[in-house]
């Protein structure tokens, strides 16, 4: 009796543990494999995509070569990690001055069915003039999550349809001139600490 009541407890405590992994991104991204678990020596992040910018051009992965690439997935109706994460972007460029220059940062939209490339520039812009904003066709913002192993789910709003918000993945990721990644930054770190890191990797 005693080990079927074990037995009951753990799975009990593997679907509370499950449930919490689906649906708190804070917490998938704590329990889920490090996106630094590596392969043959590279890290399983990042890849080949064909988006579409604030101007509505086709650009890739390759138009960004030879500079550092500071990636952010996220929707211009987000409420609060998207702000607060372009935020800490924006204000991490500012304190680096000139070496920032080196850096390109941008901000994929998970949410392409609201996000036309003129809003998403139009957004980006109140943040930082430098930010890049990039959406595309749900196939190609599909592709593009899959590489930076980014989750996104559409939450729906039973009383208003069209006022869904989406629960995605909030972090950041550094991938070098080549393409390859880097490392990544989590919206607890602070202006300083980031800040700081990007000048080493750039200086």
């Known amino acids: 009796m ?3 009541s074990i037995v009951v407890a753990v799975a009990g405590a593997a679907l509370g ?3 919490a992994v689906a649906l708190i991104p804070q917490v998938r991204e704590r329990l889920l494999p490090s996106i630094e678990e590596q392969s043959s020596g590279k890290a399983l992040v990042g890849g080949a995509f ?7 051009k086709t650009v890739t992965d390759q138009d960004f070569r030879g500079k550092y690439m500071l990636v952010f997935f996220g929707y211009t109706s987000c409420p609060d990690i998207c702000p ?16 920032a220059e080196r850096i390109t940062p ?5 949410d392409p069915a609201r996000d036309t490339p003129e809003k998403l520039g139009q957004y980006v812009k109140n943040f930082d003039p430098r930010l ?6 749900p196939d190609e ?14 939450v729906a709003n039973k009383d208003k349809p069209d006022d869904y918000t989406m629960d995605h ?12 990644f880097v490392t990544h930054f989590t919206p607890q770190t602070s202006v300083d600490d980031m800040a700081a890191k990007l000048a080493k990797l750039v200086s």
């Open 17 to 19: 543990l499950a449930a």
């Open 2 to 4: 005693a080990a079927k």
């Open 50 to 56: 064909t988006l579409k910018d604030s101007a509505g």
């Open 132 to 137: 890049v904003g990039l959406t595309g066709t």
């Open 141 to 154: 913002i599909a592709a593009v999550a899959k590489a930076y192993k980014v989750y996104y789910a559409k």
């Open 169 to 180: 993945t909030s972090i950041m990721y550094v991938m070098g001139p080549d393409g390859e």
């Open 84 to 99: 607060a994460g372009l935020q800490l972007m924006a204000g991490a460029l500012e304190k680096l001055g000139p070496k």
């Open 106 to 110: 941008i901000f994929i939209s998970v």
